[in-house]
Every structure is written in structure tokens, then in C-alpha cells.
């Protein structure tokens, strides 16, 4: 595609009925490293990474405290590059796991751990209250209630603007949905990884207004080279990763899309996604992807 990169042609999504932001938005996970075991990355070229964002319209950033390696964080990094904020940037964090300095993963949080995370992201971000905090479940948390009604004390205190989950199910959102309102849902999600249970939830999340942020939404693993997606790429002279990025904003309105990168190039490539519009076509030959990896 040679379309100039612009978040406004994804159009925009009012998260919980009062903050507009772009559906086409920005992941700072790849900002500190490539990987949790690295390598790092340049952390000037991540600044420049952050200030083209902003320059391409990106105002929804989704970061975490745990993206760090070793002594460089997403978190910092945001608030080198772009404080003050402008006034519509919206700043999603995740609190849920935590990580030793050494980058191991440690337990998943409890109500205090929780509290400290929260106030963590206010400093290292420079801000006084987060606009929206997702509460992350771990695989070995069955329950959400009691971490959940700890952010939401939180939220009550005035510290925390909105409240999402991420990776849960139907019935750990409406767990928490019992405890405070829930703007949205972040869950892996992509056109190689879903299945009908994640399409019931996206369905679900849209009927009531709640948005939808797919982690990994080229899969995590890398770009498939599928005869399928070459051939809806080709058509559209775009690359295999900007077809997967449109596939997720076409399937519903309320998907907002987070990929992230640390190279500015690959950054124009995402974002330049926002234009890419699939047909009934396309998106046929896209189920030829995902049924190949059922």
C-alpha cells in the first residue's frame, strides 16, 4: 500500500461513552526489547517510534509496568517522549502479573501488589489519575472477582478514569462487570488464533458497546505465509501483516487495533492499515486461514 498512513480512516470508538479514540491505536509491549528476553532495542529509535505515532494521529497507547527490559520500560519511554500529554491521548495500562527486576514472572498479584502497580503506572506514566487500567488474568486464576474489586476501590478513589479486562472469558467478564462498569476487552485475538467461543464474546462485546483490543493481533509468532493471505495482499498491494491488521477492523465496530513495533517504518505500515477496506472476497479467503490452523 502507498496510502500515507493516517489513524482517521479506521474512524473512532467512545470508550465507555466518553473518551474518542482512533481504532487505530498503538501497542508499547516490542518498545524496551523484541522479546522478553530481548534483544533491547535502541531506546532513541523507540522515542522516535512514539513521537511519529503521535504525529500520525495515534491518541490511544496501551502499555503495561511489566514491559520492561532490564533497566529500560515502555512506561518511561512514553513519558520521555510525549509528556505533557496531549490533552485526547488516551493511556491504557494492565496490571495483573508482575516481573522481578531479572524479568522473571512472579505470582499473580494480590490486593496490595495490585495498589502498588496502580501507583506505580501514576508515577512512571507522570500522571495523577490512569485513564483506563485493564485488570490482566493469569492462566491459573479461575476467579477475577477479588483482584478486580481492588481496582475497583481504586477507581472509586479517583486514581483509575475506566476499568477493562483482559484475557477472560464470558463469565469472568461478567464477574466483573458486577463489581464496576467495564469499558473493554483485551484478549488474544487474530485471524490465525480465535475460535467461536472469542466470537461470541467479540459479538457480545459490540451488541453492549464494549471494546474489543486484540493482543497479538498478527498472531505473535509471525506473519503466516499463506497462499490465502498472499492473495487478498496482492489484490490490494499491501503486505501480509497490513491485511491481517484490516481483517480485525473489519469484523466489528468495536475492535480497536494495537499493533506495536519499535522500527518507524513498520510503524507507517500498520497504521497505514487504518485505509486498507476488505470485500466479502477477501474475507472469505481469510476463513481459508483460520480454518487452516483449526
Known sequence: MTTTPETSAAGTFLLGGELPVSR?????????????????????????????A???????????WFYFFRDVSANDLIRRA?????????????????????????????????????????????????DLVYLRRLPSQSSIAEPFAALAELREEGLIRQLGVSNVNAAQLAEAEALAPVVAVQNRFSVLEHDEADERLLADCTERGIAFVPFYPLGGTGVPDHPALRRVAERHGATRAQVMVAWLLALSPAILAIPGTSSPAH???????????????DLADLAEVTASVK
Do not use: Q
Not at 24 to 52: H, I, N, T, Y
Not at 54 to 64: F, M, N, Q, S, Y
Open 267 to 281: 510503524l507507517e505500515e500498520n497504521i497505514a492499515a487504518a485505509a486498507l477496506r476488505l470485500d466479502a472476497a
Open 24 to 52: 487505530m491505536g498503538f501497542g508499547a509491549m516490542k518498545l524496551p526489547s523484541r522479546d522478553w528476553e530481548g534483544p533491547a532495542c535502541d531506546p532513541e529509535l523507540s522515542l522516535r517510534v512514539l513521537r511519529r
Open 54 to 64: 503521535a504525529e500520525l494521529g495515534v491518541d490511544h497507547i496501551d502499555t503495561a
Open 82 to 130: 510525549l509528556h505533557p500529554y496531549r490533552d485526547d491521548l488516551v493511556i491504557a495500562t494492565k496490571v495483573g502479573p508482575g516481573r522481578e527486576p531479572d524479568g522473571s514472572w512472579m505470582d499473580p498479584a494480590d490486593r496490595d501488589a495490585l495498589r502498588a502497580a496502580v501507583h506505580r503506572n501514576l508515577r512512571e506514566l507522570g500522571v495523577d489519575r490512569l
